[in-house]
C-alpha cells in the first residue's frame, strides 16, 4: 500500500509516500520544504505567511514527489494529513489539499494527530528514499514518550498502541518556544534551539567558567507538570544585570539554560519511570535533535536498563513521513468532515 503524507501544521511544507507491506516499509519520496528563512525576520511563524507558502508550495512540492519517486497518481491508495495540533491556517492548507486529493482520485483520506507523529518517527531508521523494504523498530508496551517540540512538552504514557494517556505537560511555555526565546534575548536568528545548542557545546569545549546560575524550575514538584516560562524571565534579569554580553557569557547562558532545561526534563522523566511500568523509552519532536538532551537519555535509559527510542537524524523535527506512517496504522474508514484542530490533544 503506498501512502501520501501531507504536514502543513506549522512553517515546514512536507510531502512523502510510504509503501508499507507486511508489517515492512519503504521510503519512496520524502520532501520537506522549510519556510524557515522567510519567517526568520519576524522572529518566529506569522500564521498568514506560512498559509500562503503552503498553499503555493505544495502543488508543486506534490508534482516534484510523484516525479523523483516514479510513483504516478493512480498509485497512491491512500492519504494521511495533519489536523492537529499547529496553526490553524496552516492546517487548512494541508487538509484542503488532501480532501480534493482524496475526492479527484477516489482514496481514503486519514486525519493524523502530529504528536502522534512525533512518537511513532522513532520507529523509522532513516528518512531518506530507499529500495528495499525495512522492519519498523518495536515497541515493548507500555511505553513512555517523552514529547519535546517548539509547542508542546509532554511526557506520555502508552498502553497499548493508539492508546495514550499523558501524565504531565507544561503548565505555560513548551520547550522549543524556551529555546526560540532564549536565543532571541542573546540576539540568535530563529529558530533558536540550534543556535544556543552550538554555543552550549563550545561554552563545554571551551571550559568557560559557570558564573551564572539559572533555577530548574518545579524539578522539585511531586508531579510531572513543566513550566520553562520562569527560566525564560531568570534569564532577563541576568542580561538587565550584566548589560550587553559578552559572546563568553552568552556561551556561559547558553550551557547553563540548556543544563536546566535538561535536568527538569530527566528528572521528570526518572519520575515516571519510577512511578511506571516501562518497557520502551520513546523521545520525539524537534528538541531532541540537541545532542546534549539527546545523550542525557542515552544515559537515563541505559541506567534504567530500558530500550530507547529516539528519531532519526531528520525526523526529529517536522516531516510527513511520520504522518504516513501514522496513516498507514489506521482503519481507513469513514473520517468525512473532520476539521483542523489547533489544540488537538492525544
Ligand atoms: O517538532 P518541531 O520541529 O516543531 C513543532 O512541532 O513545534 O520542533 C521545533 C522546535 C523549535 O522550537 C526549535 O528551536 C527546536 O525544536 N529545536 C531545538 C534544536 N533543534 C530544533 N532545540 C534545542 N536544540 C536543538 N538542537
Ligand atoms: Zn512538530
Redesign the pocket.
Known sequence: MITLGIET??DETALCLLESKDGKYRILGNIVHSQIDLHREFGGVFPMLAKREHIKNLPILYEKILKDSGVSEGMIERIAVTHGPGLEPALWTGILFAKELSSRLGRPLIPVN?MEG?ILASLLSQSNPHNDFKELKKIEFPALAVLL???HTEIVSIEEMEKYKVLGSTVDDAV??A??KVARMLNLPY????E??KLAEQARKENVKNEIKLPRPMIHSKDLKFSFSGLKTAVLYVLKNIGEPTLEQKMDIAREFEDAVTEVIISKTKSAIEDNEVRTLIVG???I??AHIRESFERLAEENSIPLLLPASGLT??NALMIALVGTQKPSSDYEGFRALGNLSL
Open positions: 501544521s506549522c502530529h512525533h517540540s517548539g509547542g522549543g518556544e529555546f526560540d529558530p533558536g534551539g540550534p544556543i545548542s519532536g524537534g528538541v535533535a540537541n523535527g517536522d
